[in-house]
């Protein structure tokens, strides 16, 4: 049986790594809005203005989260709901 190894280089394993725990940090912020009933996915992407599906794609990890969409979700999911009137 064959078998293969290969080395993806430290670059991109820090890089995967670090956009690991910067997702998971945002789904344990949208976890904690949603369990206080103050932030849904569907609401979540209405305020960003893109359908709820890229939300979803985006914090599930299949699609990729550039700074900007990761600047985007960490300014919503975090801001305090009483500042958004």
């Known amino acids: 049986m064959t078998s293969f190894q290969f080395d993806i280089g430290g670059r991109a394993r820090n890089a995967g790594r670090f956009i690991g725990r910067v997702r998971n940090e945002l789904l344990k912020a949208l976890s904690e809005r949603k369990k ?50």
């Open 36 to 85: 206080d009933g103050k932030l849904s996915q569907q609401e979540l992407a209405k305020k960003l203005e893109v359908h709820r599906s890229l939300i979803n794609r985006q914090l599930s990890g299949e699609a990729n989260l550039t700074l900007r969409s990761l600047a985007d979700l960490a300014w919503e999911t975090t801001r305090d709901p009483a500042d958004q009137a």
